[in-house]
């Protein structure tokens, strides 16, 4: 059993950066791990993901502003936002792939 636990949301202004990190209480190593977000009345989408050997993935809207990585030595996964718009507000969830494990969710909100 492995838990996720998010950090490192919360209020930012437009054009300012934050940076998420999901601790897993054992270890990811096996896993390609993802950060999905939720906006208020939207689907679920996914924002970024990252394979076991390091490779990336990212979603249209965040391309050029976002960066996945991880750190096995930490079971930590990480997402550095660059460059915030409002409509990056959104519950942020990380969540290991193929797998029944999601975190418990960080709100990020970008003020206009």
């Known amino acids: 059993q492995v838990q ?9 202004q437009a054009g300012g950066s934050l ?3 999901c601790a897993a209480s054992g270890s990811i190593f096996t896993y390609n791990m993802a950060w999905y977000r939720q906006a208020p ?3 679920r989408e996914l924002v970024a993901d990252i394979t ?4 990336t993935n990212y979603g249209d809207s965040v391309k050029g502003r976002f960066t996945i990585s991880r750190d096995n030595t930490k079971n930590t996964v990480y997402l550095q936002m660059n ?3 409002p ?3 959104a519950v942020y ?3 290991a792939k193929y797998s029944i494990y999601w975190g418990q969710g960080t709100h990020v909100t970008v003020s206009s």
């Open 4 to 12: 996720l636990v998010e950090s490192g949301g919360g209020l930012v």
């Open 83 to 85: 460059s915030l718009k």
């Open 93 to 95: 969830y990380c969540h």
């Open 87 to 89: 409509e990056d507000t």
């Open 41 to 43: 009345g939207k689907q």
């Open 52 to 55: 076991s050997g390091g490779m």
């Open 19 to 21: 940076r998420l990190s």
